[in-house]
């Protein structure tokens, strides 16, 4: 029976380390990225109340859907960043454009979070864009 002979392996060294990294990446991109199908929800949920509702109701029911989805930074009455909740989205994230020869419906959702990569203060930017175009209804 052979004993250990207590030398470390450089390739189990770097799978170990690329396992690490990517479990910590996770647990700091996944929530983002939920947050994401949370938009997209409320993307199609506004697409399918297009046909009965104008622009600006629409815009207000994506706001409304995703204000308690997620956090966002920012700046309080002291010109400090500070974390609330919801993704702060404003009618200015929200594109709607409706044809004016057919029924087509084209909703455009474009906004970015800011991201801590914990325990240090970097801060990475991640842009989404959330599109659902056709024929509500079909």
Known sequence: MRH????????GLVLLILVVGGLYLGVMLIPVYAD????????????????TSD??????VIIERTSQVGTHWDTDKFDQDVLVPGLGLTDENI????????????????????VQLKPTNNVRVIRFHVVKEGIPGK
Request: no cysteine; net charge positive; aromatic share 8%.
């Open 55 to 60: 622009d600006d109701m629409l815009r207000k």
């Open 36 to 51: 994401n199908f949370d938009v997209k929800e409320a993307v199609a949920v506004a697409f399918n109340r297009s046909p």
């Open 95 to 114: 594109t709607i454009e409706r044809s004016t020869v057919s029924p087509n419906v084209r909703i455009e959702v474009d906004y970015e979070r800011r």
């Open 4 to 11: 250990p002979s207590g030398k470390i392996s450089f390739g």
